[in-house]
């Protein structure tokens, strides 16, 4: 039962930062602060949540997987994380058309996960997906 509570609480812990994350992107206008308050995003989930994206987005599928398992991801999480990186990336696609890809491509891999992982079809999940691929010209 204890197990249980410390659990549940890392999840949301997991959930309040992520959330957190994405509403400090959203409210970015300057576009010369993107590249920057990214990076210090990036800091603030390595420093609280022990999360990588340089290394995360190295990674293909499974490796995904394997990796935000081993930080204690719960599979829940993984469509928050790949709501991050596509807003992320859409915020570096005028200034950096091969990075935004970077994270556009692991956004995608993150959806897909979640789609097994669910194993159920998110009409919300599809048009995301829609959404990136077009934005890379796919």
């Known amino acids: 039962m204890e197990r249980r509570d410390i659990l549940k609480d890392q999840i949301e812990q997991l959930g309040r930062v992520l959330g957190k994350m994405i509403a400090k992107l959203l409210k970015l206008k300057d576009e010369d ?3 920057t308050t990214i990076s210090e995003v990036e800091q603030e989930l390595q420093d609280e949540l022990d999360l990588n994206i340089e290394a995360l987005l190295k990674l293909k599928d499974q490796a995904i997987d394997s ?10 999480h993984f469509e ?9 990336g859409a915020l570096l696609l005028k200034k950096d058309e091969v990075r935004a890809h970077h ?3 692991t956004a995608l ?16 999940r599809e048009a995301k997906k829609a959404e990136i691929k077009g934005l890379m010209g796919r």
């Open 80 to 88: 928050a994380l790949g709501e991050y990186l596509y807003h992320s």
């Open 109 to 124: 891999a993150l959806l897909d996960l979640t789609d097994k992982a669910t194993r159920t079809l998110s009409l919300e």
């Open 67 to 76: 990796y935000l398992k081993d930080r204690k991801f719960h599979r829940s």
């Open 103 to 105: 994270y556009f491509n």
């Open 33 to 35: 602060a993107i590249a």
